[in-house]
């Protein structure tokens, strides 16, 4: 799919690309990205702005790119085994109608390729405890649990297997992932420090501006979020139009009625002509120039229909797609067949690295040892 007018300018991490790359480092691990999303619940405009729509623009770029649908991560916390294959056959539709090119990148399910777990089993065995426990992702949702799963603690060790299996060099993400992409960078150092250099040191790569972390729309101090228990905090893409009119009429702005973009100050109203910025594909100074004599309330359903006319096409194309699960299970398939073949490679090389592989001498040999 082509974004129309599609203006999302992108930044880096505030560490340079490749500060920490020296000139043979860069030429050993060419620049290849990975990303990948959990099979729970729907896409939101957070998911969308931050992470699936800089996607489709690196797909556009040609870029490399290997993106999986982590449903092993999305067993961390209690899930539904019945509702699981359906929401990864959903996915996998909402991610070809946004615009993924199953023949132009790497699209598979991460539980159908076994060297994830294996590779995390080995950095697990190099982190530390300590390290997790401060994870905020891990805080935020352990806080209100009694018993945390111990999948919980260590996914973040898993994400840094899934990223490091294919010696990723950039991992597009919202700014939430930062910390998770932190503990892969350590564990790609220790590791190369302790058994010889084998993987890139990953880099975020995230959309600019404040599609990189889209609000609630009940509180803009937090972000919008799938874990989130109020459904009117977020927009899915498979909202109806009435849904979305409502969850954008309720939104929490503040008390001023004109429309002004100032993120600090007035997150709320901001949140919503970023939302208006992406999905028209107009600048957030030319929005503002033209609803200079609206009010806030009135602005609500201009975004609303807005979000409206953006999703539709994309919801019509999920609607398509699902109707041929073989197609969606095909395209599955043949990521993981790519994606095994890249990372047993990288398996391999850590299994000799580590001590776990030997080479059986002739009897020959052994007696000349002798
Ligand atoms: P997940 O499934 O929670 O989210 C998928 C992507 O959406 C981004 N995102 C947001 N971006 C902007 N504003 C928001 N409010 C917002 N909410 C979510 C996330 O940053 C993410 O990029 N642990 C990861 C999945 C994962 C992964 C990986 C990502 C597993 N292995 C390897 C990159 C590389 C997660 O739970 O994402």
Same mark, same amino acid.
């Given at each position: 799919?082509?974004?129309?007018?599609?203006?999302?300018?992108?930044?880096?991490?505030?560490?340079?690309?490749?500060?920490?790359?020296?000139?043979?480092?860069?030429?050993?691990?060419?620049?290849?990205?990975?990303?990948?999303?959990?099979?729970?619940?729907?896409?939101?405009?957070?998911?969308?702005?931050?992470?699936?729509?800089?996607?489709?623009?690196?797909?556009?770029?040609?870029?490399?790119?290997?993106?999986?649908?982590?449903?092993?991560?999305?067993?961390?916390?209690?899930?539904?085994?019945?509702?699981?294959?359906?929401?990864?056959?959903?996915?996998?539709?909402?991610?070809?109608?946004?615009?993924?090119?199953?023949?132009?990148?790497?699209?598979?399910?991460?539980?159908?390729?076994?060297?994830?777990?294996?590779?995390?089993?080995?950095?697990?065995?190099?982190?530390?405890?300590?390290?997790?426990?401060?994870?905020?992702?891990?805080?935020?949702?352990?806080?209100?649990?009694?018993?945390?799963?111990?999948?919980?603690?260590?996914?973040?060790?898993?994400?840094?297997?899934?990223?490091?299996?294919?010696?990723?060099?950039?991992?597009?993400?919202?700014?939430?992932?930062?910390?998770?992409?932190?503990?892969?960078?350590?564990?790609?150092?220790?590791?190369?420090?302790?058994?010889?250099?084998?993987?890139?040191?990953?880099?975020?790569? !995230?959309?600019?501006?404040?599609?990189?972390?889209?609000?609630?729309?009940?509180?803009?101090?937090?972000?919008?979020?799938?874990?989130?228990?109020?459904?009117?905090?977020?927009?899915?893409?498979?909202?109806?139009?009435?849904?979305?009119?409502?969850?954008?009429?309720?939104?929490?702005?503040?008390?001023?009625?004109?429309?002004?973009?100032?993120?600090?100050?007035?997150?709320?109203?901001?949140?919503?002509?970023?939302?208006?910025?992406?999905?028209?594909?107009?600048?957030?100074?030319?929005?503002?120039?033209?609803?200079?004599?609206?009010?806030?309330?009135?602005?609500?359903?201009?975004?609303?229909?807005?979000?409206?006319?953006?999703?539709?096409?994309?919801?019509?194309?999920?609607?398509?797609?699902?109707?041929?699960?073989? !197609?969606?299970?095909?395209?599955?398939?043949?990521?993981?067949?790519?994606?095994?073949?890249?990372?047993?490679?990288?398996?391999?090389?850590?299994?000799?690295?580590?001590?776990?592989?030997?080479?059986?001498?002739?009897?020959?040999?052994?007696?000349?040892?002798?």
């Amino acid at each position: 799919m082509i974004f129309p007018r599609f203006r999302i300018k992108f930044v880096t991490h505030s560490i340079n690309l490749y500060n920490s790359y020296s000139a043979t480092a860069q030429s050993k691990f060419p620049r290849r990205i990975f990303s990948g999303i959990q099979p729970t619940g729907q896409i939101h405009l957070g998911n969308y702005l931050g992470a699936v729509s800089q996607w489709v623009k690196l797909q556009q770029n040609n870029e490399d790119m290997i993106l999986s649908i982590v449903d092993l991560h999305s067993m961390t916390l209690p899930h539904d085994p019945k509702t699981l294959p359906n929401s990864i056959l959903e996915m996998t539709a909402t991610l070809l109608a946004c615009g993924i090119d199953p023949s132009k990148v790497i699209l598979f399910q991460q539980s159908m390729v076994p060297a994830h777990t294996h590779l995390s089993w080995c950095l697990g065995c190099i982190s530390t405890m300590a390290r997790l426990a401060h994870l905020p992702t891990f805080k935020e949702k352990s806080a209100n649990l009694k018993d945390v799963p111990l999948g919980l603690y260590i996914y973040p060790v898993l994400q840094a297997a899934d990223i490091l299996a294919y010696k990723a060099t950039h991992v597009p993400v919202g700014e939430d992932q930062t910390q998770n992409i932190e503990l892969t960078q350590d564990l790609a150092r220790m590791f190369n420090n302790r058994f010889g250099e084998t993987f890139p040191i990953p880099h975020c790569i !995230y959309t600019g501006s404040e599609f990189s972390r889209l609000k609630s729309l009940r509180d803009p101090s937090k972000k919008m979020s799938k874990s989130d228990p109020d459904p009117k905090s977020r927009i899915c893409l498979n909202d109806s139009p009435d849904d979305i009119l409502k969850k954008i009429k309720k939104s929490v702005t503040d008390f001023t009625s004109e429309v002004t973009f100032d993120p600090d100050k007035r997150p709320g109203v901001s949140n919503l002509i970023s939302i208006h910025s992406f999905v028209s594909g107009r600048t957030v100074e030319e929005i503002c120039g033209e609803v200079q004599n609206v009010n806030t309330g009135k602005y609500k359903l201009q975004v609303a229909e807005a979000v409206i006319s953006h999703v539709q096409p994309i919801q019509k194309r999920i609607d398509d797609l699902m109707s041929d699960e073989e !197609y969606l299970a095909k395209v599955l398939k043949m990521g993981a067949e790519k994606a095994t073949e890249i990372s047993e490679n990288t398996l391999d090389e850590v299994k000799r690295k580590l001590g776990l592989q030997f080479r059986i001498k002739s009897a020959h040999q052994q007696k000349i040892n002798v």
